[in-house]
């Protein structure tokens, strides 16, 4: 029997004019012109609403003319027609994100037969786009909407249900636009229900609940009632105004016992509220920071049918995350034989202004998440998983990676990385580039004792910061900041334990980068562009912000010495090396992603370089002020005239970016 000739005259019927089918059909057509260049036979692929199938199910059968696509509500019809796309069409959940060049073909040819959706392993599952300074900041074809449909779709191709669309406002401005995608909507852990925050709406009050109850409520009303015609998974909860503990807003609840009843008490009033207007909606709370510990003492209470999210630390251990210098590291993981329903919240991505990887990968292996979240779903936490997936692009790898596990429940690491690579990189270039992704990990800083504890690009920059501040206003303290790491009880001591883990790293991604580059040559396109683009680019990154970390490092170290010419100089190499990471992104930004890393404003590696030319200044002030002449005359003058000074300056003042260049031309 002849099979179905997919082309441009194929027309796709569907049985309603519901949003998400509409979008998914959009998204067919396009790849549909994007890969086909022929007019065949007169077909049709046909929708039609079915009983008879699980929920999010599809059932597809091929016939000569027509394609006949039976699905069980708007997510059947969705994932139905991706799965076309991917499978006729070769379009690949990140087509976009990954610069896929697609196949041209003049028709396709679609044997005739049947196949159908599985359910996947987690009920609820999807990405929580948080942090999302780059997309926030980045227009795609002009329009600031894009990325975010962009995003939307990827999750979707990846069989993900959920979504947190942005943190705050932008939460609130993309959360209908996610719901057209057919997608559920769920809540930050810091905002209930996805109401307004308190002080945003009433900034001249104190954001107590005990002082304004009713005020509170209101807010709550006003969300459930503006989200009651979007499919929801109501986060329930009670947190302060930022992300932070609500006594902190509220100092009269200075017990345990205080906090856990009122967290108690008004997430089952939330409950309430959401369950009094749509009878039988899900429900969630995360069990994160603070709650975690307030729940484990005994001391937090919740309704059975509420889903309990246990949250990794940032670091992809299911253990409490640490804040400041707390690091209590309590399991974060259901009790064996447990009944409720469970969930996870797990971060491929996280900023906490100390070690975490919010502009890089992971730097903990895919085989460490396989292990970590495997422990999850044996106790239980299927229900519901919620990735940070800040701005998608650098993370791809272990986004793709944790999609397969939520639709199949397990995939073996090393498999899944060679087929990543071949499907995006090229089958040529797949085994080399699934290397580097083994060295990627290899070569990751380790800074503390656990097997979790390993540093993103975040440790080369925010540690450098703050040794660095407190040097320029109190050298004579340690860095208060920093004691989360190191017990050494004097500054000096914090900057020669945090250099040695610097040159560490150095090392480390120096050795990951002469690997990226013994690999570039062998290389063909287009894959080529794309190693250049991720693996590689994250390789450059990283081996020049530690590098500028370790010289800040050195430069204080002279400044201990009070050798300010050479402090001087070293912290105009680190400014340097900074300077030359942050162009390690920029110098990617080709085609579309024109300006996506600009608002690099997190890690902010820009800002180390400017951190680092201030302290150029202090430098320069405490060796060369407050004349600021004879560093000037020993590097622009020859040496024969550089002690003669019968007229005191020939010439304007340069500034230190000049002075540091006229030193490197001497110095080398």
Not at 91 to 119: H, S, Y
Not at 305 to 323: C, F, K, L, P
Not at 459 to 475: E, K, T
Not at 561 to 584: E, I, N, Q, V
């Amino acid at each position: 029997m002849p099979g179905f000739e997919f082309s441009l005259s194929t027309e796709i019927r569907l049985d309603s004019d519901a949003a998400a089918p509409g979008r998914a059909a959009q998204m067919l057509r396009r790849d549909m012109r994007a890969v086909l260049s022929g007019h065949g036979r007169e077909n049709e692929i046909t929708l039609t609403r079915s009983k008879g199938l699980p929920p999010e199910g599809w059932r597809m059968t091929v016939f000569p003319e027509r394609i006949a696509v039976a699905y069980a509500d708007d997510l059947g019809a969705v994932y139905g027609l991706l799965h076309l796309s991917e499978t006729a069409l070769g379009v690949a959940p990140f087509w976009f994100w990954n610069d896929q060049k697609l196949q041209r073909r003049e028709t396709v040819q679609i044997p005739c037969g049947e196949c159908a959706g599985k359910p996947a392993a987690v009920r609820y599952r999807g990405w929580f786009i948080n942090d999302e300074v780059l997309l926030s900041a980045w227009s795609l074809d002009g329009s600031r909407d894009k990325p975010w449909e962009m995003a939307f779709e990827a999750l979707l191709r990846l069989g993900g249900n959920l979504v947190i669309p942005g943190t705050d406002k932008n939460a609130h401005r993309y959360r209908e636009l996610a719901a057209s995608y057919g997608l559920y909507v769920t809540h930050h852990h810091a905002e209930p229900l996805g109401a307004q925050m308190f002080r945003r709406a009433y900034p001249g009050l104190n954001a107590s609940y005990a002082e304004h109850p009713a005020l509170f409520e209101q807010l709550w009303r006003d969300a459930i009632l503006a989200q009651k015609d979007m499919k929801v998974v109501w986060n329930l909860g009670f947190r302060g105004q930022g992300d932070c503990p609500f006594w902190e807003d509220d100092p009269q609840y200075d017990t345990p016992e205080k906090r856990g009843a009122l967290i108690s008490r008004l997430i089952g009033r939330q409950y309430d509220m959401v369950q009094e207007a749509l009878p039988g909606a899900p429900c969630c709370t995360n069990l994160y920071g603070e709650v975690m510990e307030l729940y484990r003492q005994g001391l937090v209470s919740l309704p059975d049918d509420i889903i309990r999210v246990w949250a990794d630390n940032g670091y992809g251990r299911m253990v409490t995350r640490r804040q400041n210098n707390h690091n209590p590291r309590i399991c974060a993981l259901p009790p064996e034989g447990s009944t409720a329903a469970h969930g996870v919240y797990y971060h491929a991505s996280f900023y906490d202004l100390q070690a975490g990887s919010h502009m890089t990968l992971l730097p903990n292996p895919p085989e460490f998440v396989r292990r970590e979240l495997g422990e999850a779903m044996r106790l239980g936490a299927r229900d519901y998983w919620i990735i940070n997936c800040s701005n998608i692009k650098p993370h791809v790898y272990l986004l793709d990676y944790l999609a397969a596990l939520w639709r199949e429940g397990d995939m073996e690491p090393q498999q899944h990385r060679m087929a990543y690579c071949m499907r995006y990189y090229g089958q040529e270039n797949a085994k080399r580039v699934a290397d580097c992704f083994a060295a990627y990990y290899a070569n990751a800083l380790s800074y503390g004792q656990h097997e979790d504890e390993r540093a993103g690009e975040q440790f080369g920059n925010h540690g450098a910061r703050m040794l660095v501040s407190q040097w320029m206003s109190d050298a004579s303290r340690p860095a208060e900041g920093m004691r989360w790491v190191t017990d050494a009880p004097t500054l000096r001591g914090q900057v020669l334990w945090y250099r040695d883990k610097c040159e560490e790293a150095v090392r480390g991604y120096t050795a990951l980068w002469r690997t990226c580059e013994s690999v570039l040559p062998d290389l063909v396109e287009p894959g080529r562009t794309l190693f250049e683009d991720s693996v590689m680019m994250q390789a450059g990154l990283l081996k020049r912000t530690y590098e500028g970390a370790r010289l800040a490092m050195e430069s204080l170290l002279l400044a201990f010495k009070r050798d300010w010419l050479r402090a001087f100089y070293t912290a105009g190499k680190s400014k340097a090396a900074y300077l030359a990471a942050d162009r390690a992104m920029r110098e990617r930004e080709h085609g579309h992603w024109r300006l996506f890393y600009a608002n690099d404003c997190l890690a902010d590696v820009k800002q180390s370089a400017w951190l680092m030319g201030v302290l150029m200044g202090v430098l320069r002030n405490h060796g060369d002020g407050p004349h600021f002449y004879r560093w000037q005359r020993r590097f622009l003058h020859a040496p024969e005239d550089a002690d003669i000074a019968l007229i005191l300056n020939m010439e304007n003042h340069l500034n230190d970016d000049d002075l540091f260049a006229l030193m490197q031309a001497r110095m080398g």
